[in-house]
Nanobody, 117 residues
Framework: QLQASGGGLVQAGDSLRLSCIAS????????SAWFRQAPGKEREFVAR????????SYSDSVKGRFTISRDNAKNTMYLQMNSLRPDDTAIYYC????????????WGQGTLVTVSS
């Protein structure tokens, strides 16, 4: 239902854009988000945006460096990551359709981002 792509190996200070294509029916009316899971750590929230692409929110660790967006005409959401740091290394997951309690109905398979120092 969600297919993430765009991960890779980059150097500290580089930029990367992740994409996530949705194939479920109500994507255009669903909120969407990105999470990440670093090696040996629990999955954490990165960013979210509402169905219209408005009112984005970010974790403190990425605020000012990452930008979440979406193109409903393409059923796609994005995460633009700038000024990447080694501690951004993680598997990044896209999610959609918030169902309460911090949970989302749809999840992508994850894409690995590795930032070398």
């Amino acid at each position: 239902q969600l297919q993430a792509s765009g991960g890779g190996l980059v150097q500290a200070g580089d930029s990367l854009r992740l994409s996530c294509i949705a194939s479920f029916r109500n994507f255009r009316s669903s909120s969407s988000a990105w999470f990440r899971q670093a090696p040996g750590k629990e999955r954490e929230f990165v960013a979210r945006v509402n169905w219209g692409g408005f009112d984005p929110s970010y974790s403190d660790s990425v605020k000012g460096r990452f930008t979440i967006s979406r193109d409903n005409a393409k059923n796609t959401m994005y995460l633009q990551m700038n000024s990447l740091r080694p501690d951004d290394t993680a598997i990044y997951y896209c999610a959609a359709q918030y169902i309460g309690g911090g949970a989302y109905k749809y999840w992508g398979q994850g894409t690995l981002v590795t930032v070398s120092s």
